[in-house]
């Protein structure tokens, strides 16, 4: 018998509807005021920030309600098909990525942090993908017993929402369309 252990729960919906028009026009009233920035010691092919230091709260200083109720409700959603139960979620830290043409982000990790996420706010389907890093990658190192990828790609679609493991690598691979995709990246820890 095959056991699955050690699996990585990541939750990911489509945020469509009322729900879905309320968090875009929210985000649509604060957009032409929003600054962004990058890190010194960047490469100029990484994409920008509204907070390079990750130590402020983009939705909580832009009022964006509708998406904060919505990152809680489904983050508790992720926590009950998790296993968990009575944790009361948090965001501690959120800011704006926008990623342009052959732009892209470092593998990293937010491993501080209870969960990680996104919201994506405008995007292609066809541009940039959010690479995840295998977690068991240590395992593919005997090709003849385990069958399995470094990686794995999630094209998402704009009005989508990712949850997962703030320890696990990702990163926002290179930007090949001409068109902006911003999102709304954000830490969370579990009270």
Known sequence: MKLDIFSTPIWRTHIIGFEYSRIQNEIDQCYDNVLFEKKKEWETNIQSLTDSTFSKNFIKDNN???LEKSIIKYTNDYIKESGGN???PKIISSWMTKTEYLQHSHVHDHN???????YYY???FQDA????INPTSGNLANKKIVNAST?????????E???FPGWLLHRVKEQYIDIERLSI????NLE
């Open 151 to 159: 990686t794995l790609t999630l094209f998402c679609k704009q009005g």
């Open 64 to 66: 964006l309600k509708n």
């Open 112 to 118: 501080a942090f209870d969960i990680a996420g996104v």
């Open 161 to 163: 929402l990712l949850l």
């Open 122 to 124: 405008k995007k292609d």
């Open 129 to 132: 993908g959010f690479e995840i």
């Open 185 to 188: 990246s954000f830490n969370i």
């Open 86 to 88: 009575g944790i009361n």
